[in-house]
């Protein structure tokens, strides 16, 4: 069984900047892709940001040119630099890892505003 641990949510005013890390609770294997969707009250969960375990990325177009995805393979680990923040980010962010099958975080509040 593997767990996924998100931390680094919070709140920041617009334009301010977050980092999301997610820890895999095993590093005895690398997972496959790693990456962060997020929800917004009343939306469907959306895809963030994906990195391969080779480090080929993939970005949603509202984020492009202010998010970061990286990763430590070693460590089972990704994280997520968010710069330019603005209201329209604040969600709950999911870390989500594939090997196989999927896994998932248990979620970080995100919150932007004022």
């Known amino acids: 069984q593997v767990q996924l641990v998100e931390s680094g949510g919070g709140l920041v005013a617009p334009g301010g900047s977050l980092r999301l890390s997610c820890a895999a609770s095993?590093?005895?294997?690398?997972?496959?892709?790693m990456g962060w969707y997020r929800q917004a009250p009343g939306k469907q969960r959306e895809l963030v940001a994906t990195?391969?375990?080779?480090?080929?990325?993939n970005y949603a177009d509202s984020v492009k040119g202010r998010f970061t995805i990286s990763r430590d393979n070693a460590k089972n680990t990704v994280y997520l630099q968010m710069n330019s923040l603005n209201p329209e980010d604040t969600a709950v962010y999911y870390c989500?890892?594939?090997?196989?099958?999927?896994?998932w975080g248990q979620g970080t509040q995100v919150t932007v505003s004022s």
């Open positions: 095993r590093s005895d294997f690398t997972f496959d892709s």
């Open positions: 990195i391969t375990r080779g480090g080929t990325t």
């Open positions: 989500n890892a594939k090997l196989i099958m999927n896994y």
